[in-house]
């Protein structure tokens, strides 16, 4: 069998969990877990999750796989609703859409459902990407508040900078102005905002990332956040090469030697999830010692230095990111961020699922 493997463990998301627990006051947490859970199977994710208070995913169908997987807390859909045709479920499911633009109000004005519905409100507080203007508030909580289909509404906003030095004040200070005369319930926390601003907590927290072990800061790891990883891919050396001093390997011969060495040929590749821009240079555990990528990330295959580790071999374990080797920086030296890392994971990817 290709000895590629990601290890998923059950125990480090729960930990994290309680992690975000821990900075969320009184406030609810729903666990987003869009995207297969980052990556790591819904399933899965809504087992170790079971504690939160609540799910946030993209679209009905996940909703749905929820609700048979038996998951009994309130489910936000953080895009929907996508069209008229998804209210009837939405209410049969008791799923909370997010409503961003006055056709989804149209919608639910002229089909409302048998059943009220939870929705949260989404303002654009200068992220500029979904959400009713801010100045509309007014108009549009009251419009919102006279649909018969909607039994309660949670004011919402999301954070363009939350992870970056320009914070969250430039939002969330005219979000809370605002919008504080209707006094409902708000939410506007993502992992970042969960972790550094306890003033954006509000009645629900939607932390993603940080569940899954990796840091949404540039300059703080995720083990200072007292964070686990939670997916550790893993494959092993399967051919070892000699190169002779100016000799390449790979594709486009990107990599050349510069003395003798020996290079180890890793079973994964793009096609695994692993990213393809990965220079020279990236870091990799092999024999859990720090090594790093050559040359350019084939599709089932990549080439690593095996200079410091003369009894690495064929068969030899190689750690791609998770234990011992942070998504984060494997993310960093590769120009992208642990979302995308971890969300590119491939199907042929086998799992393995721990404790
Ligand atoms: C994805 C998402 C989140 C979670 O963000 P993280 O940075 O992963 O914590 C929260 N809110 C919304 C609206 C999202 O789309």
Not at 23 to 34: D, E, L, P, S
Not at 97 to 113: G, N
Not at 319 to 329: N, Q, S
Request: aromatic letters at 6%.
């Amino acid at each position: 069998m290709r000895p590629i493997q990601a290890r998923i463990s059950i125990g480090a998301m729960a930990h994290n969990l309680r992690v975000a627990r821990s900075h969320a006051g009184g406030a609810r947490i729903f666990a987003v877990v869009k995207a297969n859970a980052y990556g790591h199977g819904l399933s899965r994710a809504r087992r170790a999750l079971a504690a939160a208070d609540g799910f946030a995913v993209l679209t009905l169908e996940e909703a749905a796989n929820l609700r048979l997987m038996g998951v009994d807390q309130p489910i936000v859909l953080l895009e929907g609703l996508f069209g008229a045709d998804e209210i009837a479920t939405c209410s049969e499911l008791d799923l909370w859409p997010v409503l961003h633009h006055a056709a989804q109000l149209d919608w639910l004005q002229q089909q409302p459902p048998a059943r009220p519905i939870q929705v949260f409100l989404k303002f654009d507080s200068g992220m500029h990407r979904l959400g009713f203007p801010l100045v509309e508030h007014a108009a549009i909580v009251a419009r919102t508040k006279s649909l018969a289909g909607v039994a309660g509404i949670t004011l919402m906003t999301h954070f363009a900078q939350a992870d970056e030095p320009a914070g969250v004040d430039w939002q969330l200070q005219p979000f809370l102005h605002e919008l504080a005369g209707h006094d409902l319930p708000w939410s506007s926390a993502n992992s970042a905002a969960l972790l550094r601003y306890p003033e954006t907590r509000g009645t629900w927290v939607r932390p993603g990332l940080m569940l899954y072990g990796a840091s949404p800061f540039a300059d703080v790891t995720a083990a200072e956040l007292g964070l686990r990883p939670a997916m550790t891919l893993q494959s092993e050396v399967i051919g070892v090469q000699r190169l002779q001093a100016g000799e390449g390997v790979g594709y486009g011969q990107l990599f050349r030697a510069d003395r003798p060495m020996r290079v180890g040929i890793v079973a994964c590749g793009y096609a695994d999830g692993y990213p393809r821009h990965a220079l020279t240079g990236t870091p990799v555990l092999v024999d859990g010692r720090a090594s790093r990528t050559l040359g350019r990330v084939s599709m089932d295959m990549l080439c690593v230095d095996l200079s410091d580790c003369p009894a690495a071999g064929v068969g030899s374990p190689v750690v791609l990111w998770g234990e011992g080797l942070p998504v984060d920086t494997v993310a960093s030296a590769a120009g992208t961020s642990s979302y995308e890392l971890l969300c590119a994971l491939a199907a042929r990817v086998p799992v393995a699922e721990t404790n």
